[in-house]
Each structure stands twice: as C-alpha cells, then as structure tokens.
C-alpha cells in the first residue's frame, strides 16, 4: 500500500465537511450532489443554501411537482 502520515479516521485533520443533496422525481432518486462547506453551522450553510436552494424559473417549468 505506501505509508501513510498523519492521523486516520475520527481525528484526522484532513476532513472536509460536506452536503449532500438528492434530487427527487416521481419519488425516486434521480441525481446525488455533494458539495463542500465551511462547516456544520448555520453562517457555514448560508452561503451554500443560497446557491443551492434557490428555485430559478426554468427549474420551475420543469419540474414535475408544480
């Protein structure tokens, strides 16, 4: 395998926090997005959640819910 350096698992300083989202069509999954992120806080969120989240108007048109 190769050496390693350097914490593994829970104590590692190498994590990256991320969000994953699922986009959902007729009930099923259809796409899997993971997105890096400052961290598992709200301020960290923020930035994310507007980009991410934002409903633009051609997702609107098609989208099979509305």
Same mark, same amino acid.
């Given at each position: 395998m190769?050496?390693?350096?350097g914490k593994r698992g829970?104590?590692?300083?190498? *994590?990256?926090a991320f969000v994953a989202s699922v986009e959902m069509r007729n009930g099923h999954p259809y796409r899997l997005h993971f997105d890096p992120?400052?961290?598992?806080s709200f301020e960290a969120f *923020?930035?994310?959640a507007?980009?991410?989240l934002a409903l633009r108007h051609s997702d609107f048109e098609q989208s099979d819910r509305f």
């Open positions: 190769g050496d390693y350096r829970r104590g590692s300083e190498n *994590k990256v992120v400052q961290g598992f *923020k930035p994310w507007a980009r991410a």
